[in-house]
Nanobody, 125 residues
Framework: EVQLVESGGDLVQAGGSLQLSCTAS????????IAWFRQSPGKEREGVSC???????YYADSVKGRFTISSDSAKNTVYLQMNSLKPEDTAVYYC???????????????????WGQGTQVTVSS
């Protein structure tokens, strides 16, 4: 059974940090690009960051310089380190997997084959 399980969401003050984790099972981890998306009430889901099968990383302009994506293939886990958090970062964060993803249109959620259930991040002002 394919599973993506996110964890690490929490309530944090503006300026604080959180690390989200996305642990995969049921598929060959190294064959998939993993991305983080987020969605807040009344807004469309947006791509936050992606790491491809060859280690290339991509970020939305809104998080560049504040968020860092990384991967530990030994643990089948992708991390999203979020620093200098802002209230506008408040959302449910999802991870998603795309087979053989090379980063092309990484922000298009239609490209992804598997999704996690999401983890809530709330940033208070």
């Amino acid at each position: 059974e394919v599973q993506l399980v996110e964890s690490g969401g929490d309530l944090v003050q503006a300026g604080g940090s959180l690390q989200l984790s996305c642990t995969a099972s049921g598929f060959t981890f190294d064959e998939y690009a993993i991305a983080w998306f987020r969605q807040s009430p009344g807004k469309e889901r947006e791509g936050v960051s992606c790491i491809t099968t060859n280690g290339n990383t991509y970020y939305a302009d809104s998080v560049k310089g504040r968020f860092t994506i990384s991967s530990d293939s030994a643990k089948n886990t992708v991390y999203l380190q979020m620093n200098s958090l802002k209230p506008e970062d408040t959302a449910v964060y999802y991870c998603a997997a795309e087979i053989l993803g090379d980063g092309t249109y990484w922000y298009d959620d239609r490209r992804y084959d598997y999704w996690g259930q999401g983890t809530q991040v709330t940033v208070s002002s």
